[in-house]
């Protein structure tokens, strides 16, 4: 099936947000389809993370409409917004240091239907990253930055999301880190997970993507398939050095 023939997942209309009236980011559209990885790539202090952020209910928009799954989710809570199916693997982690590392993936079940499912979820978690099961018991705190990095995305997989979120995931890690990462949301892609990347590690995030947008100073500029886009010499000049 074809991209465009698949259920739309979320619609971002015109969306816009701020921060303490000074604009964050205007007039944002975009979509995700059943079963896709979208990118949204730019440069430092485009809007990525309020985007992010504010579809997953961290920030409220305060023009446009938020759509999930056919649900208007524009003002609804961050915990209602995960009982809708979307998790978010926020920038910089954000674990509990001195909790163990099964303690903090535990969080990510806190949903009824996802609690029940507990056992199957750290399972598949653990198959991903086997060099959790072997820390399971360990401080997070005491973990790698890309040790880290994997906690944080299988406490938000534990939540049995429909769209996962990912907020500058390669952030701090070292290049062979970011590239192990990128095999495993790769893998759990295939294995049917929805995504909506923000990423400024431009080559990996276009390889991983079936579509991706281009935001600058809080606008979408570009947006296409990811050949599209690298065969746009200013993406290529500007976000690859090529």
Same mark, same amino acid.
């Given at each position: 099936?074809?991209? #465009?023939?698949?259920?739309?997942?979320?619609?971002?209309? +015109?969306?816009?947000?701020?921060?303490?009236?000074?604009?964050?980011?205007?007039?944002? *559209?975009?979509?995700? /389809?059943?079963?896709?990885?979208? #990118?949204?790539?730019?440069? +430092?202090?485009?809007?990525? *993370?309020?985007?992010? +952020? /504010?579809?997953?209910?961290? =920030?409220?928009?305060?023009?446009?409409? %938020?759509?999930?799954?056919? @649900?208007?989710?524009?003002?609804?809570?961050?915990?209602?917004?995960?009982?809708?199916?979307?998790? %978010?693997?926020?920038?910089?982690?954000?674990?509990? /240091?001195?909790?163990?590392?099964?303690? +903090?993936?535990?969080?990510?079940?806190?949903?009824?239907? @996802?609690?029940?499912?507990?056992?199957?979820?750290?399972?598949?978690?653990?198959?991903?990253?086997?060099? =959790?099961?072997?820390?399971?018991?360990?401080?997070?705190?005491?973990?790698?930055?890309?040790?880290?990095?994997?906690?944080? $995305?299988?406490?938000?997989?534990?939540?049995?999301?429909?769209?996962?979120?990912?907020?500058?995931?390669?952030?701090?890690?070292?290049? @062979?880190?970011?590239?192990?990462?990128?095999?495993?949301?790769?893998?759990?892609?295939?294995?049917?997970? #929805?995504?909506?990347?923000?990423?400024?590690?431009?080559?990996?995030?276009?390889?991983?993507?079936?579509?991706?947008?281009?935001?600058?100073?809080?606008?979408?500029? @570009?947006?296409?398939?990811?050949?599209?886009?690298?065969?746009? #010499?200013?993406?290529?000049? $500007?976000?690859?050095?090529?």
């Amino acid at each position: 099936m074809s991209i #465009s023939a698949k259920p739309m997942l979320l619609e971002v209309a +015109n969306i816009s947000v701020g921060y303490g009236g000074a604009p964050a980011i205007l007039g944002v *559209s975009l979509e995700v /389809a059943a079963g896709e990885i979208v #990118s949204v790539i730019g440069p +430092n202090g485009a809007g990525k *993370s309020t985007l992010i +952020n /504010a579809i997953a209910g961290l =920030l409220r928009a305060e023009a446009g409409v %938020l759509r999930f799954d056919g @649900a208007d989710i524009t003002r609804i809570p961050p915990h209602r917004v995960c009982h809708h199916g979307i998790a %978010l693997v926020p920038e910089n982690r954000r674990l509990f /240091a001195g909790m163990t590392v099964e303690e +903090n993936l535990e969080i990510g079940c806190y949903r009824p239907a @996802a609690r029940r499912h507990r056992e199957h979820g750290l399972e598949r978690v653990y198959a991903l990253f086997p060099m =959790l099961r072997e820390r399971r018991h360990q401080p997070a705190g005491t973990l790698s930055g890309g040790q880290q990095q994997m906690v944080a $995305v299988g406490r938000a997989l534990m939540a049995e999301p429909k769209l996962l979120l990912l907020d500058e995931p390669s952030l701090g890690l070292a290049p @062979a880190v970011v590239g192990e990462l990128f095999r495993v949301l790769r893998a759990i892609h295939e294995d049917g997970m #929805s995504m909506l990347l923000v990423e400024q590690s431009v080559a990996q995030a276009l390889d991983l993507a079936d579509r991706a947008y281009v935001l600058e100073e809080g606008r979408i500029v @570009a947006t296409g398939l990811p050949d599209q886009l690298l065969a746009q #010499s200013r993406i290529r000049e $500007v976000y690859l050095g090529l």
